[in-house]
């Protein structure tokens, strides 16, 4: 028990950079799944703090401050090994585990899936399906993001996602869209949307997925 809580207690403490990075690499490129893995992402995000821990060190001593070095100019030459010392571990150690081989892999499910998705786009832009906004089953248009930016601004990400999607479906469908937030089709489109969030409430409304 001890064991784990000291584990604990020096995850908690790994720099937020490597922290983010770490889990980015392993979960979206090497396909770890955080729901029964997250120990084998905490561990090796930990492998590379300690290893930025000791390059950090050995960079202050390579470089050590001049003797009437003021505490701010100590603090920032320790900022400087630091952020040196992690650009150095995590260029050395966790970016080459994405090897060449998994790239293209990447590249070809990335090329397949956005094919499939036109498919998907496509046909339910001919049948005209009325509802496709609400699974965002719509082609992204910049032009609507654009329209949701100054509509709706101020509401949660679910929300403008949800809006980008019903927007670009009417600019498809050749139908109206508000030109600002005090527009009378804003306010139908927003009963819209908050009806939709009412009956498939988002786990966190301020996320856009």
Request: without cysteine.
């Amino acid at each position: 028990m001890a064991q784990s809580e000291e584990f604990r207690t020096q995850v908690e403490g790994i720099d937020l950079t490597i922290a983010a990075e770490t889990r980015r690499i392993l979960v979206e490129w090497l396909g770890v799944d955080p729901a029964t893995d997250q120990e084998r992402i905490d561990r090796e995000a930990l492998r590379l703090q300690q290893l930025t821990e000791d390059a950090a060190e050995q960079f202050e001593e390579a470089n050590p401050t001049v003797p009437d070095a003021t505490y701010q100019d100590a603090v920032q030459a320790k900022e400087t090994a630091w952020r040196a010392a992690r650009e150095m571990v995590l260029g050395n150690e966790l970016y080459p585990q994405v090897t060449p081989e998994i790239r293209e892999d990447w590249e070809r499910f990335e090329q397949w899936a956005e094919q499939e998705a036109e498919k998907d786009w496509e046909a339910a832009r001919v049948a005209q399906d009325p509802d496709r906004w609400r699974t965002q089953n719509v082609r992204p248009n910049p032009t609507a993001v654009r329209v949701v930016e100054r509509v709706w601004l101020e509401k949660p990400a679910w929300f403008r996602a949800l809006a980008q999607a019903l927007i670009a479906q009417r600019i498809e469908d050749n139908q109206p869209v508000p030109a600002t937030s005090r527009d009378r089709l804003a306010d139908e489109l927003t009963e819209l949307i908050e009806d939709e969030m009412r009956r498939n409430p988002p786990e966190d409304p301020d996320l856009p997925f």
